[in-house]
């Protein structure tokens, strides 16, 4: 079956501090995954997708096939950053975007 | 084309009325998402078209739901006989086809309150 598994709900990180939102999945095949963020009162926006291989705004994410995992990393957190943000997957051949149900990333001054 | 639109922005029904949503993609779009999400959740899909024709729906969506999409522009879904447990926000989202690897552009949504 298709997750998207984000473990922390919310995740409290100092202004200039390194960040990483953590996100595993469980896929029988080679997904595409992905990164989306919500700002407040902004509607839900790509962030960025493993297989452009891009750093948006200082975040960057390695696909760990092994681990399964698809961790967002961004080496200083600033204050613009505080949003919730969710990590997806499709499948290869399955349309649909499968999401996990996201972290608070909350940057404290 | 100013992205995707969601109408209306909210909606407060009593329980066992009838609702629609409606929802316009950006123009070249092919392909169109519906999805729900209540809170503490991330986005459930419910239902995705290609052009006119609705090629899958989720388990998610009870008979009470219908999505239709008449002419491969702009989509409309219905709840029919509300329920409190169908409070939530129902997000829109259009790609071109083929286009989930390059991801969707979602709507504002259209928040949900039966009462």
């Known amino acids: 079956a298709q997750r998207v598994t984000q473990p922390e709900k919310l995740l409290s990180v100092f202004k200039g501090a390194p960040v990483e939102l953590k996100c595993n999945y469980s896929?029988?095949?080679?997904?595409?995954l992905f990164w989306y963020v919500q700002y407040s009162r902004q509607r839900l926006q790509l962030l960025l997708r493993?297989?452009s291989r891009e750093s948006i705004k200082g975040f960057t994410a390695d696909l760990n096939k092994g681990e399964t995992s698809f961790h967002l990393k961004k080496p200083f957190a600033q204050e613009e950053d505080s949003a919730m943000y969710y990590c997806?997957?499709?499948?290869?051949?399955?349309?649909?975007?499968?999401f996990g149900k996201g972290t608070r990333l909350h940057i404290l001054p | 084309d100013t992205g995707v639109s969601q109408d209306p922005r909210h909606k407060i029904t009593k329980r066992g009325q009838n609702v629609t949503f409606r929802c316009d993609p950006i123009?070249?779009?092919?392909?169109l998402y519906w999805y729900r999400q209540t809170l503490g959740q991330g986005p459930e899909f419910l239902t995705y078209?290609?052009?006119?024709?609705?090629?899958?729906k989720s388990r998610l969506l009870s008979d009470r739901f219908s999505a239709e999409r008449p002419k491969g522009s702009f989509s409309t879904l219905e709840i029919q006989r509300t329920e409190q447990g169908d409070s939530a926000m129902y997000l829109c989202?259009?790609?071109?086809?083929?286009?989930?690897?390059?991801?969707?552009?979602f709507g504002s949504g259209t928040r949900l309150t039966v009462v």
């Open positions: 078209f290609q052009n006119e024709a609705q090629l899958e």
């Open positions: 493993h297989i």
């Open positions: 123009s070249e779009h092919n392909r």
């Open positions: 989202a259009s790609s071109l086809a083929m286009g989930a690897p390059y991801g969707y552009t």
């Open positions: 896929y029988s095949g080679s997904p595409e």
């Open positions: 997806a997957l499709s499948g290869s051949r399955d349309d649909k975007i499968i």
